[in-house]
T-cell receptor, first 114, second 113 residues
Framework: DSGVTQTPKHLITATGQRVTLRCSPR?????VYWYQQSLDQGLQFLIQ???????AKGNILERFSAQQFPDLHSELNLSSLELGDSALYFCASSVGGQPAYGYTFGSGTRLTVV | GESVGLHLPTLSVQEGDNSIINCAYS??????FIWYKQESGKGPQFIIDIRSNMDKRQGQRVTVLLNKTVKHLSLQIAATQPGDSAVYFCAENRSGGSYIPTFGRGTSLIVHP
């Protein structure tokens, strides 16, 4: 157990729908990072939050959004889902705002859009 | 378990052999490098890291070599075991600022008993 908790583990939904993925960072970590892992693209950085504020943005679609709450857990919202959004979504956390010494990853959420 | 990816370079070795996994990085300003291991159904796990002021670092059964001249990293696993079967990623990072590590596509290591 890495200490980073992601729920749900699996999610199956239809195109056009909206889902919310949840992440609780490791105790003491202030930063949360979201990654998308698909067959063709590898690990793609989506967005980072640090202590409740957006810190960095990667290749995140406008249909996707995220937030970090006062208790530091984070949610990734995916809307108007398309078949191509099917992927593993990982959350990672680090102590500081810049992952100088790497991340701790959760086990991921497998999203299947049908 | 879940498949991480089906379109990755694959390295197949026999149990007990040494494995070498290679990674090319792109940014000459990167000064910190990390290897991650991702087993089926799990998130990536930290294995070993190296800073750009070093060219070699050893851990338990693993060694990372860094060649900054050609922007190349390798991960050597000694006496490979079936439990080493996983996808291995390298990540390049740059200290300072808000740089986010960039991950390579990964290599799938298959260890045959």
């Amino acid at each position: 157990d890495s200490g980073v908790t992601q729920t749900p583990k699996h999610l199956i939904t239809a195109t056009g729908q909206r889902v919310t993925l949840r992440c609780s960072p490791r105790s003491g970590d202030l930063s949360v990072y979201w990654y998308q892992q698909s067959l063709d693209q590898g690990l793609q950085f989506l967005i980072q939050y640090y202590n409740g504020e957006e810190r960095a943005k990667g290749n995140i679609l406008e249909r996707f959004s995220a937030q970090q709450f006062p208790d530091l857990h984070s949610e990734l919202n995916l809307s108007s889902l398309e078949l191509g959004d099917s992927a593993l979504y990982f959350c990672a956390s680090s102590v500081g705002g810049q992952p100088a010494y790497g991340y701790t990853f959760g086990s991921g959420t497998r999203l299947t859009v049908v | 378990g879940e498949s991480v990816g089906l379109h990755l370079p694959t390295l197949s070795v026999q149990e007990g052999d040494n494995s070498i996994i290679n990674c090319a990085y792109s940014n000459s300003a990167s000064d910190y490098f990390i290897w991650y291991k991702q087993e089926s159904g799990k998130g990536p796990q930290f294995i070993i890291d190296i800073r750009s002021n070093m060219d070699k670092r050893q851990g338990q059964r693993v060694t990372v070599l860094l060649n900054k001249t050609v922007k190349h990293l390798s991960l050597q696993i000694a006496a490979t075991q079936p439990g080493d079967s996983a996808v291995y990623f390298c990540a390049e990072n740059r200290s300072g600022g808000s740089y986010i590590p960039t991950f390579g596509r990964g290599t799938s290591l298959i260890v045959h008993p």
